[in-house]
């Protein structure tokens, strides 16, 4: 049942810059003009300003800056059948939570968006930065009937997708660094997170967890983030409508599961993962269970698995660790 916010929104939306009348919105909804108003004053309280004018209606002047669910939902361009959208204010991890819900048996698939985390994590338990309400902290739900050794192969193809999508929508040139990092100019803008239950050698559920740093300005990184991190604001320039983004990368996660789950991500993997791979023929440090080992990217194994041609010319093969680009001789 789409919310009455829902409704107006994608009328405004979709007849920008023209002007909707309030009657016409009553109609489609089937309320009174008293109840659009109202709806309108709701709206507002939550950011939106409105021009309205008696003769001609309602047009949307400006948006919120930070998530709204309405918004999410009214310029989603794909939704299957039973997609469940969550926007918080605040929660620990977007990844428990989903994981909460998952239990709790909550249809898949869903996503649960949070404006903050209190307690957003990365790989290795370290802390995923989540104090500020201009980036997006998100996860989604599935529960795909696949073997868990194809876990390591969702990821790569989920980062692929978020890369096309970040390249389509902001006109700049995102790289991935196996297994998860999503980089703009040797700096990270993006993590993900997959974290699944398993039963009996079938995965029972599955959490995709994206943190993407969206419009924090520059200068407010703490720490050592302000080294290695950066928003993509802050590539273009400009900031991003946060709302339009969340749509069109929930749009894109969905599509891509769908062919993950059909198998069609074999046709266009290997292609994609080219154009995005910051690694290949590049030398590494890959630091995995305290051991470093050096040598140069080959590519990837069926697995997801990094190839490596070590100093000594021989062939190795990681399914996890940490990798630094070294500098080249
Ligand atoms: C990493 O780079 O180590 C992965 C970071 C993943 C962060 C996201 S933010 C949304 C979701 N909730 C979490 O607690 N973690 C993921």
Known sequence: MLSAEHVILRELLAHEPEWVSGPAMAAKLGVSRVAIWQCM???????????????????????????????????????PRHFSLVVLDQIDSTNDETARQLGAGRPTPFAVLSRRQT??????????????????????????RVRPDRMQTFTLWMGVNVCELLANFTGLSPGIKWPNDILFNGRKAGGMLTEARVDADQIRDLVFGLGLNVNQPAGTWPGDLARRAVSLAEVTGAPLDLNRLAAALIGRVLLAYQKFSEGEHLATFADLWHRYDLLRNKPIALLEGGRRHHGIVTGLDDEGALLLRDDHGQAQRFRAGEVTLEKSS
């Open 119 to 144: 307690n957003g994590r990365g790989r290795f338990g370290r802390t995923w930065q989540s104090d500020s309400t201009d980036n997006l902290y998100a996860s989604f739900a599935f529960r795909p």
């Open 41 to 79: 004053e709701k709206l507002r309280a939550a950011g939106f300003t409105f021009e309205a004018q008696r003769a001609r209606g309602y047009r949307l002047a400006k948006r919120p800056g930070t998530l709204h669910a309405a918004l999410i939902e009214a310029q989603l361009k794909v939704r």
